[in-house]
């Protein structure tokens, strides 16, 4: 089942056209990497797809609905979670506040609610400091609910904004360079992360740098150069695209 | 859990039996200063909500402090309808003013949105002091009711004529106020506020409309501030345009940074601390301002998180009084 549809996407700004004419779609539980040179319009296109920015044309539709060009909050309710490149979370919150915020997108509980402390009011709190542990324990971050958010490691934090998208339950995740600033014998702690939250059953769309990553984790990858999709296919297939190594290497010059 | 006989809960307490049990035993020239103390924290709470708690700093204040004393003074005198629904339409008036005023202006972010709010504070000044027909003008306008007295059993009735049972009338919308935030503050959505007042971007990315949000939050300050309002205007009687001065949205702003902005006492420890120096030292008038002036300066360069927030770092440090050590600047408490 398709989840994602991006047809004919552009994105102008001024005269740079930073995402031009891209066509892709994801599938339903499968795990899709986006690479490219740096300045490829990775991000722009994650933009897009949230709603940061607004597409100059083209369409998405996700889950059946169309949302080109509308707000973050709403992407998000429809069901797309993102981290972000620079490593995003409350940091002078506690871990667990994080996560309880995560959820702010289900809570139900009004001003009256909140003020009155009435028993649902109480339950939904309940409910979500709950919720707030379980994923704590997912994402292997159990012990750490007190600790203000800012005073751990970067491979912590990384987890911690994976879990905070996590715990909304979203059915599409984008994570923007989930292993960026994080030591090496780290990154396969990560990349366990990963894997574990796709077969979880969330379908994953990832923006990466480090090849041998995403060569092993990928089901399908896209390449972007200046704006374009320069290639698309398997992690073997994009590997042997001359196009990309053309993208990647520069141009063999001939003698 | 938090231990439940803090020393703050404790000391707060002693604050609370105190301010009840000595007010008889002051003349009316304290009690007085007392009430403006009670009115000017609830003012400082209801700014603190919308900059302390959710981020969006707003001169704005004395308009809706202005807008909350008119709308009851002239409901309550032009009207004839009673102390309660007078009171009742002065703060459905101000929340609406606060709505309306919020659409346009929590869609602007950082500086933009403090100017828009000194503006709209501003033009109401003017307003009111311009509007001769509707508001008296520079005369102000008089004959504003205390409350109606409250029926007691035993056929005894509660009279607001004195100056006492003004402060403990006043003194109990303060406390109803700051439990009213104090809940708000603590509960999930308040949680999301404060969230926006860390990140905007990224509480609006976990799927939280900021622009409802922020306008609940900016809807709530006004009208708790238009509450303040009404009860000065029936404290005071008469009010005039000097109260739509925006000024007084300032002097409040330096009370919740000296209190310390983003706690839930500071904002009363900084407007009696600001209101009563003065008082003691026996200032002329315009000196205070300038008083106020160092007073502020001094604290945002040595301590930016005020008397309030300062303790709140000091005290773990020496030996854990307050149980665990609590994260962040948001504390609740």
Excluded at chain 1, 89 to 101: H, Y
Excluded at chain 1, 150 to 163: D, F, H, M, V
Aim: glycine letters at 12%; one cysteine or more; a positive charge.
């Amino acid at each position: 089942m398709t989840l994602l549809e991006v047809s004919s996407l552009n994105k102008r700004f001024g005269g740079l056209m930073a995402v031009s004419d891209v066509n892709f779609s994801i599938q339903s539980g499968e795990l899709l990497s986006i690479i490219g040179p740096n300045g490829a319009g990775k991000t722009t296109l994650f933009n897009l797809l949230t709603g940061i920015y607004r597409p100059t044309s083209g369409g998405i539709h996700f889950n059946g609905s169309d949302i080109t060009g509308c707000k973050p909050y709403q992407a998000a309710r429809y069901g797309i979670g993102r981290t972000f490149q620079r490593t995003t979370i409350f940091r002078k919150e506690t871990v667990l506040d994080n996560l309880v915020i995560g959820q702010s997108l289900h809570m139900k509980t009004g001003v009256w609610g909140s003020v009155l402390k009435t028993s649902a009011a109480r339950w939904e709190e309940q409910q979500i400091r709950e919720k707030a542990r379980e994923i704590l324990s997912f994402v292997g971050l159990t012990g750490s609910e007190d600790k203000t958010a800012g005073n751990l490691t970067e491979e912590a934090q990384k987890r911690l904004s994976i879990a905070m998208v996590l715990v909304a339950k979203p059915k599409l995740l984008l994570l923007d360079e989930p292993t960026g600033g994080v030591n090496l014998e780290e990154i396969g702690g990560l990349i366990e992360l990963v894997k574990k939250v796709q077969e979880s059953g969330v379908t994953i769309c990832l923006i990466e740098h480090k090849m041998r990553m995403v060569m092993s984790i990928s089901d399908r990858i896209i390449v972007l150069n200046y704006g374009k999709k320069i290639a698309e296919g398997t992690p073997n297939e994009v590997a042997s695209n001359g196009e990309v190594i053309k993208a990647y290497l520069g141009e063999r010059r001939v003698a | 859990m938090r231990k439940l006989y803090s020393l703050e809960r404790v000391s707060w307490l002693f604050v609370l039996i105190l301010a009840i049990v000595v007010p008889p035993i002051l003349g009316g020239y304290l009690t007085s200063i007392l009430i403006l103390i009670c009115i000017w924290s609830m003012m400082c709470i209801s700014l603190n909500l919308i900059y302390g708690y959710t981020g969006q700093l707003s001169l704005g204040h004395s308009a809706f402090l202005a807008l909350g004393a008119y709308s009851f003074g002239l409901v309550a005198v032009k009207l004839h309808i009673g102390f309660w629904p007078a009171f009742l339409a002065a703060a459905v008036i101000t929340g609406l003013f606060g709505f309306l005023i919020g659409i346009p202006a929590l869609k602007l972010r950082g500086h933009f949105f403090v100017l828009v709010t000194l503006g709209f504070a501003v033009t109401i000044g003017v307003i009111v002091l311009a509007w001769v027909d509707f508001t008296g003008g520079a005369n102000g306008l008089a004959g504003i009711p205390r409350p109606d007295p409250i029926p007691l059993p035993w056929g005894v009735k509660f009279r607001f004529d004195s100056l006492l049972h003004m402060y403990y009338f006043v003194l109990l919308f303060l406390i109803l106020t700051a439990g009213f935030c104090h809940r708000l503050v603590s509960s999930l959505l308040g949680k999301t506020f404060i969230a926006i007042c860390h990140d905007e971007n990224l509480t609006e990315s976990l799927g939280v409309n900021t622009m409802s949000r922020k306008l609940l939050s900016f809807t709530i300050s006004a009208m708790l501030a238009g509450v303040a309002g009404a009860l000065y205007a029936s404290y005071n009687a008469v009010i005039s345009p000097e109260i739509a001065h925006f000024t007084r949205g300032t002097d409040v702003l330096a009370y919740l940074i000296v209190g310390g902005s983003a706690t839930m006492t500071g904002p009363i420890v900084g407007t009696f601390v600001l209101v009563a120096i003065p008082e003691v030292l026996q200032v002329v008038p315009y000196l205070k301002t300038l008083i106020n002036g160092v007073i502020l300066m001094l604290f945002i360069v040595f301590l930016p998180s005020g008397i309030i927030g300062g303790f709140k770092t000091i005290l773990p440090k020496l030996g854990g009084l307050r149980g665990r050590p609590r994260a962040g600047e948001h504390d609740i408490a």
